[in-house]
């Protein structure tokens, strides 16, 4: 079956400490997105990337990094410089041609 | 820049009633697309309806429909005959065609159904 799969579902970490989200897709979409979302707060974009090796910032980039080498795979690195790291965070990729956007099951990271 | 705006926090509807959620937004744009997500307690994000705005006609799918005025920026879904399983946050989102297809979200709408 095709879709998008995140790991883990829970991440804890220590404050200080880098962190990476993983995130695959297999339905060969050139596009992907990481969002983060927060208790009373719609999803807001981080990073996106239209097509492997080149991608950019959403509105909330400070405190996070990204890569893109394989269509299939793009890893969120959240870094200590992220004041407020704790939040569930959703990858999401599209074809580009219906503008629909399809979602993993999300990661919840709690740093303390 | 494109905002969204849901004003509604939370709802709630009888079960087999109807009711509808509002969402407006603000853009500059003539050619984009609109959606109504829901994501229920598991967290996963489900495309429930989406409304190109070059199309006059609104969109439906079988008990969700949406109310499209495009003069006014505003896109609201109703969802009849409401089923228990229909209680989750809805987002309202916007896209504009033709860029990097990102979206831009509303802070949602919390809808409960009470049996």
């Known amino acids: 079956d095709g879709g998008i799969t995140q790991s883990p579902k829970y991440l804890f970490r220590k404050e200080g400490q880098n962190v990476t989200l993983s995130c695959e897709q297999n339905l060969n979409h050139d596009a992907m997105y990481w969002y983060r979302q927060d208790p009373g707060q719609g999803l807001r974009l981080i990073y996106y990337?239209?097509?492997?090796?080149?991608?950019q910032k959403g509105d909330i980039a400070e405190g996070y990094s990204v890569s893109r080498e394989k269509k299939e795979s793009f890893p969120l690195t959240v870094t200590s410089a992220q004041k407020n790291p704790t939040a569930f965070y959703l990858c999401?990729?599209?074809?580009?041609?219906?503008?629909?956007?399809?979602f993993g099951p999300g990661t919840r990271l709690t740093v303390t | 820049a494109q905002t969204v705006t849901q004003s509604q926090p939370e709802m709630s509807v009888q079960e087999a009633e109807t009711v509808t959620l509002s969402c407006t937004y603000d853009t500059s744009e003539s050619d984009y697309y609109l959606f109504w997500y829901k994501q229920p307690p598991s967290r996963q994000m489900i495309l429930v309806i989406r409304?190109?705005?070059?199309?006059?006609q609104n969109a439906t799918e079988n008990r969700f429909s949406v109310n499209f005025q495009k003069a006014a920026k505003s896109f609201s879904l109703k969802i009849s005959d409401s089923q228990l399983g229909d209680a989750a946050m809805y987002f309202c989102a916007y896209s504009a065609q033709g860029g990097s297809e990102k979206l831009v979200f509303g802070k949602g709408t919390k809808l409960t159904v009470n049996p």
């Open positions: 999401a990729s599209t074809s580009g041609r219906a503008y629909e956007q399809y």
């Open positions: 409304q190109e705005a070059y199309k006059q």
């Open positions: 990337s239209q097509i492997v090796n080149d991608f």
